[in-house]
């Protein structure tokens, strides 16, 4: 399905649109301004005041403070330091396998102490200024490491404190269940582009929710007959209008001037609840304090990274890690955010702040910033409570990043502006700028990947250090923050997979960045496409031109380094130049790695079926002509199942002849054919599609499929070692030379 662009406008009036561009103008008046300097000072100071400057603060290089000195002993005793502090992490997390409050604690003091002494150390020892070739590139690459380490700074602060609001979703419910506290609800589900089939579940989903006053709206915003005659079929409200400008933002707010529920919730095209969403939401809104509870995004595929890499149901879903890890430290000081789906909202609150922002294209965030400027609370509830669709592949998950970055950078250009506006603490406001410095780390990370072509090509030392320097300093904060990042993360990702995906985007996100700060309203809302069915690999060149182009360069980088490494120690070269040009080597190695990893990432497997498949135990009965086979399911979807029998039976005689299918535990009665047949570990494995389904029967299998609560489990990404090791296994075994075959791999869920 092709990306779509809805209408947008940043702003109503002819004042904010004059601000908007001044902005712009703004932006590049300073560039101009900045680059005029420099020519400026280069013209009127020459080239040897210049050089003058550069040595001068070399001098102050040469001469740091004694406590930045390595203490004068054998290099095996500078070690002392990496291995104490790992060590007593590796206590601090033996003891406490979950973060807790302690603990974490602990473990991030002891992350901001070693991080703020390595930040002494390169800003103090280890600029090279020698001349301005080499200051320029040393300078450089301390600001890109430095934007990096503030917004990593920035999350540790967040760690101080974690919130998990199980028990007090415990007590609300109470009410809810009892029927003392039953508000009325308007459930919201917009949709643009996205197939019938995708919003046939979704609705149904939100139909079979455990509450009795609530009403459904379908919100259509591209005027399709389908989309009616949907809404006419299941029973649900259908609401659409003439235009789409503000797009998201509009539609939603279109559709508050024409309801009156007392609490919003919002689901996305693709979202569906399980049975108790409102149950555990709904009694938070006891206290009139809350304007919007957010829920955790769960979902019922693998990402295409993970897909791609053949590591499904083994890598957490990047979309779940955000919010397993970042909102839950977040929450405790009014920071955690509106994500765009499965929040419930209260509709005095949002009609307060004049409905949802239509300011930038990130509605979701920039609303729940202005209830909290207008002292609302905005909570969040760390609970799997809905699934819906990843990204699946990988133009659909650039489409989205995109998305997300330029709504989220919009923040400078606009009134809601997390950094100025009125009414928000100031971990409010910190969160907020580490949101921006978030997305603008990308022109951090093509820096890193460039400047192993400085050591090669150019003969500069960005870092000027020798080996005891970086044993000392450098050594204790790279092992501590690897050895420690897992558990921070509450074991949702891997500092080497989580490279990964930051790799394969980096060079749209840096230009898009950049475009944005200048233009940032120039592009409309481009809707992430869905229900995508593909059945051959593709190779997504786009993407993959500037990883490719790095990938030779590197190469040649390498060679030349190694080449350059092994002559100074044949001839006695410096320590410091010998130091600088195997740091280069090293360097190029592992952007090498990572690079072969992601081009292989950007082959995109096949996905056969546009049903999801859930690997779902249930008691079955096949009636075949007069007999009656009993086996278990292997995995399920809408459209069909696979069957392990252990009877022996000619199977094989009944392709594509009709049968009837039970399974037990839901006495749901299914009409269906016989597609396919194997043996396997002595089972005959039969694959059955489902055929002239009636609505009330597929209500019963979204519900069984989708709404059972509890079913969505968390998934704990492999700890560092083991995903550096599935890495490499599968760099050298890539699966489109080992696993041509289309396979469905199915979704582990709970059985409950």
């Known amino acids: 399905m092709s990306e779509s662009n809805f209408s947008y406008k940043p702003s109503k009036t002819p004042f904010d649109k004059r601000v908007n561009r001044l902005h712009a103008v703004t932006l590049v008046l300073f560039g101009i301004i900045f680059v005029s300097a420099i020519v400026v000072v280069a013209w009127f100071a020459g080239e040897d005041r210049i050089s003058q400057v550069f040595a001068l603060i070399h001098d102050w290089q040469m001469y740091p403070p004694m406590w930045l000195e390595v203490p004068i002993t054998q290099n095996k005793y500078l070690l002392l330091p990496t291995i104490g502090l790992l060590l007593a992490v590796f206590v601090v997390m033996k003891i406490s396998p979950q973060p807790r409050i302690w603990s974490q604690r602990l473990v991030v003091i002891i992350l901001i102490i070693v991080t703020l002494r390595y930040v002494l150390w390169r800003s103090l020892s280890t600029l090279n200024l020698i001349d301005p070739l080499n200051g320029v590139f040393s300078l450089g ?123 919003i919730v919002i689901f996305d095209a693709d979202f569906v609840p399980t049975k108790n969403f409102l149950t555990r939401t709904v009694g938070f809104f006891q206290d009139k304090k ?127 502006n997390p950094l100025k506006i009125p009414g928000l603490n100031f971990m409010q406001r910190l969160a907020g700028l580490g949101g921006v410095l978030y997305w603008c780390s990308n022109l951090s990370r093509i820096y890193f990947l460039l400047i192993p072509l400085a050591y090669s090509f150019f003969d500069v030392i960005p870092i000027r250090s020798n080996p005891a320097e970086l044993i000392f300093f450098l050594l204790p904060y790279y092992l501590l923050n690897i050895a420690t990042f897992s558990w921070l993360n ?147 979807s809408e459209g069909g199942a696979e069957i392990a029998i252990a009877q022996k039976f000619p199977v094989h005689l009944f392709l594509h002849q009709p049968i009837d299918i039970k399974i037990v535990e839901e006495n749901l009665q299914l009409a269906g054919e016989i597609v396919s047949t194997a043996i396997k570990d002595d089972f005959l494995i039969v694959r059955v599609r489902f055929q002239s389904v009636s609505l009330n029967q597929y209500r019963r299998l979204v519900e069984m499929l989708f709404c059972r609560p509890g079913q969505w489990k968390h998934q704990n990404t492999p700890g560092e070692l083991y995903s550096l090791f599935l890495l490499l296994k599968i760099l050298l075994k890539p699966r489109i030379l080992f696993d041509k075959k289309i396979q469905i791999t199915p979704m582990k869920v709970s059985n409950v």
């Not at 379908?218 to 079929?233: F, G, I, S, V």
């Not at 509830?381 to 819906?388: P, T, Y």
């Not at 891997?494 to 840096?510: G, M, R, V």
């Open 141 to 263: 690459l301390f600001f890109a490491e430095m934007l990096v380490i503030v917004n990593n700074i920035i999350q540790l602060l967040f760690m101080f404190d974690i919130k998990e609001r199980h028990e007090e979703a415990n007590a609300k419910s109470l009410a809810v269940v009892r029927g003392s506290f039953l508000p009325s609800v308007d459930i919201f589900i917009p949709t643009y582009n996205e197939p019938v089939f995708i919003l046939r579940r979704s609705i149904i989903g939100c139909q079979a929710l455990d509450y009795a006053n609530k009403k459904i709206y379908l919100l259509d915003d591209n005027n399709r007959p389908e989309m009616k005659y949907l809404a006419e079929e299941l029973g649900c409200y259908y609401i659409t209008r003439p235009d789409n400008s503000y797009a998201k933002a509009g539609n939603l707010n279109n559709a508050i001037a024409q309801t009156h529920g007392e609490l």
């Open 290 to 416: 809350i304007g919007l509870i957010q829920t955790q995004q769960s979902f019922y595929n693998s990402d295409p990274i993970a897909r791609n890499l053949g590591l499904e149901n083994i890598v957490t879903p990047e979309g779940e890690v955000f919010h397993r890890h970042i909102q839950t430290s977040r929450d405790p000081s009014g920071s955690a955010i509106c994500s765009g789906t499965s929040f419930v909202v209260r509709r005095s609150a949002l009609e307060e702040i004049g409905g949802f922002v239509t300011e930038s294209l990130s509605e979701d965030y920039f609303t729940g910033i202005r209830l909290s400027a207008q002292g609302y609370r905005l909570i969040y509830l760390n609970e799997k409570l809905s699934a819906g669709l990843a990204p699946e592949n990988i133009p659909a998950y650039a489409t989205q990043r995109l998305r997300w970055q330029q709504g989220t950078v919009q923040a400078l250009f606009i009134k809601t």
């Open 490 to 636: 509450y074991r949702s990702c891997s500092i080497f997979i989580s490279d990964i995906y930051s790799l394969i985007i980096c060079f749209p996100l840096a230009m898009n960045f950049i475009q944005v700060m200048i233009f940032p309203f120039a592009k409309g809302f481009k809707v992430t496409p869905k229900g995508i069915v593909n059945n051959r690999y593709s190779f997504n060149w786009n993407l993959a031109l500037p990883l490719i182009i790095l990938f030779v360069v590197n190469a040649v980088t390498f060679w030349r380094s190694l080449n350059i490494c092994i002559y100074q120690a044949c001839y006695y070269a410096t320590v410091s130049q010998f130091t600088g040009i195997s740091l280069g080597w090293l360097w190029s190695i592992y952007n090498l790695v990572l690079i072969s990893i992601t081009l292989l990432i950007l082959l995109d497997a096949p996905k056969a079926d546009m049903y999801e498949w859930f690997d779902l135990r249930r008691v079955t009965q096949l009636k075949i002509g007069e007999d009656n086979l009993w086996g278990v399911t292997k995995m399920i």
